[in-house]
């Protein structure tokens, strides 16, 4: 059971949210979850900070039925405002309560995803966020934390298990035709890394490659920007990038990498 307080930890985010905004990340969450989706005998699943209107809710629980169709899905803001403006649309797998980074959930869900929740934080406070919402997970849980545009285009989140201080994964994914060079996706970083972007840093280095890689397979375009994009992980990949996963899912736009390939540097 959770140790309810009397006010929610975090504060009141802008609330901005559209139909579909996170279908990127939900795609990837019913990837990267579904053996755990599947053997849970209790397929918890939360909406940290899911905004003025319950749709990134309702789109999650609906993305996660494909995988596990008896999911419950639990929406969770600081504003009670938000959270009364929000009932209308619950139903008994879909639900909308109070709280923040504390999770008040009556069990321990198994996924969280808090998407542009911590954006309008300091760099030095992500990490007591993390620890409070992987410390309410389920043993084999999975917090998704990251940041997207206003329309869901450009996405990046890190992957977090049960216990984690940090993350293991950093994934993008893309609108592939949407951008002239990959490094302009640098603006919608994680906060634990948008202020890493500079020379130095892992996550900078990573960036300049990519560019390269993405110069270098210009041709390609010829075939359409998906086999461009193709053939710019393949490089990656000769050059010892260690890219995860494979072609199914990188021609979706995705890209995930090991947290210590990326991580911030002392």
Known sequence: MATRTTKPLGVITRGTTNPNRLRRVD???????????????????????????????????????????????????????????????????????????????????????????????????????????????????????????????????????????EPRTLTFSTRLAGFERPSELAERLPKVLIHRNVPGEAIHEFLVRLDAAWAAAAPYSAFGSRQRWLATVESLRVQRVPVQHGPSRWKLGELTLPWSYVAPRP
């Open 27 to 165: 795609r990837w969450i019913g990837y990267a979850t579904a053996a755990d989706l599947r053997a849970s005998s209790d397929p918890l699943v939360v909406d940290l900070g899911y905004g003025a209107s319950p749709w990134t809710a309702r789109d999650l629980r609906d993305s996660l039925r494909k995988v596990r169709p008896d999911v419950r899905l639990v929406g969770i803001e600081i504003d009670p405002e938000r959270v009364e403006a929000a009932q209308p649309a619950a139903d008994e797998s879909l639900t909308f309560i109070r709280g923040g980074f504390e999770v008040p959930t009556p069990t321990r869900p198994l996924v969280i995803r808090a998407f542009n929740v911590l954006r309008q934080y300091d760099e030095d406070e992500v990490e007591a966020a993390w620890t409070n919402m992987t410390s309410r997970l389920a043993p084999n849980g999975w917090l998704i934390e990251g940041t997207c545009d206003e329309v869901g285009r450009h996405a990046w989140w890190v992957a977090l298990r049960a216990g984690d201080r």
